[in-house]
């Protein structure tokens, strides 16, 4: 029998209908899915099946944040930008956006900044949990902490200023939001 200081191990290539039958309760059953490129798949005694190696490579999928406030959404006018961008492996889930103000017609809108979520998060530590990543802006200057507030949306905390991103806050800077402000940051969490 192969030890694993061999970087040997014995497998069961079988075909994608003839996948092992769930494992006894507290077992585990590791087999190649020649259906599915030769990955080496995991089921355990539930039945679930995860993919453990041989996934292909984790692409990076285009999302359009969502920028809102707790009273009045805010515009972003003519000649804004929204754009985004995430990649999700297994429950790990780690997204980048970039929200610009527009030159003319821009409104801050009233109340605490949410954004959207490109993947549901995980909410279990909702009201504990460590910040989910960072984000920064300019024109008002600042960088601040993501928070979950529910599964699909975030808010941004200042430090500086203790309180949360919103159309009033400048973040520590005399700017406010409007015309070429800027709100960029990346996120990483775990998915629902």
């Known amino acids: 029998m192969a030890k694993a200081s061999d970087n040997v191990f014995p497998y069961v290539h079988v075909a994608p209908a003839a996948a092992p039958a769930s494992p006894s309760v507290g077992s585990q059953r590791?087999?190649?899915?020649?259906?599915?490129?030769?990955?080496?798949?995991?089921?355990?005694?539930?039945?679930?099946?995860?993919?453990?190696?041989?996934?292909?490579?984790?692409?990076?999928?285009?999302?359009?944040?969502?920028l809102t406030a707790a009273t009045t959404n805010p515009t972003l006018g003519t000649g804004s930008s929204i754009a985004g961008r995430y990649c999700q492996i297994g429950k790990l889930v780690i997204a980048s956006f970039t929200i610009q103000f527009g030159t003319s017609g821009t409104n801050a809108g009233s109340g605490e900044y949410r954004l959207s979520l490109p993947v549901a998060a995980d909410t279990t530590n909702l009201t504990a949990g460590p910040p989910m990543g960072h984000a920064g802006g300019y024109n008002p200057k600042g960088i601040y902490s993501a928070m979950r507030v529910s599964s699909t949306t975030v808010r941004f905390w200042i430090g500086s200023t203790g309180a949360y991103l919103s159309s009033t806050t400048s973040g520590g800077g005399a700017d406010t939001w409007g015309n070429g402000s800027q709100l960029w940051g990346v996120l990483t969490y775990e998915a629902a």
């Open 30 to 66: 590791l087999y190649l899915d020649s259906g599915d490129g030769n990955k080496l798949k995991r089921k355990d005694s539930d039945g679930v099946v995860t993919t453990i190696e041989g996934a292909s490579a984790a692409t990076w999928t285009s999302w359009t944040p969502a």
